[in-house]
């Protein structure tokens, strides 16, 4: 039973992708194949995704930018057709960029309230003066 639910909501969010689909191409043939490699692998996508989201701290803003991007795509399809190729290489100018972002841009530390008396706060030259008593 459970089997059958994994497996329907599988189908259901293969057919959600359908718009998707639509608004980088209209050829049948790759909105079908598509749907069908997206029941078979959507499971083991989600938890690739997700562990690039883990690593990459700029990637689910990368995520939400192509959304936009097809949502807008998919919009504007009854006045201008955006060419498949351009479509597919600013998906992967996104990607690419978050990515390198993540990679190349340093996170930022919080800081840390300084508690008197808790050495851990203090730096190095603040721990040289208590240890040597100035």
Known sequence: MSFLIVESTDVMFAVDSIPAIIAITRDPFIVYTSNI???????????????FVTMFRFFK??????????????????????PTLIALIVVFSIITISILASVLIPESKPAVAANPGVEE?????EKSKTNSGG
């Open 37 to 51: 490699f997206a029941i078979l692998g959507l499971r083991a996508l989600y938890f690739a995704i997700a562990g």
């Open 121 to 125: 706060n203090l730096n190095e030259e």
């Open 61 to 82: 803003y990368g995520l939400s930018v192509i959304l936009v991007f097809v949502g807008i795509k998919m919009l504007i399809s009854d006045i201008y057709k955006i």
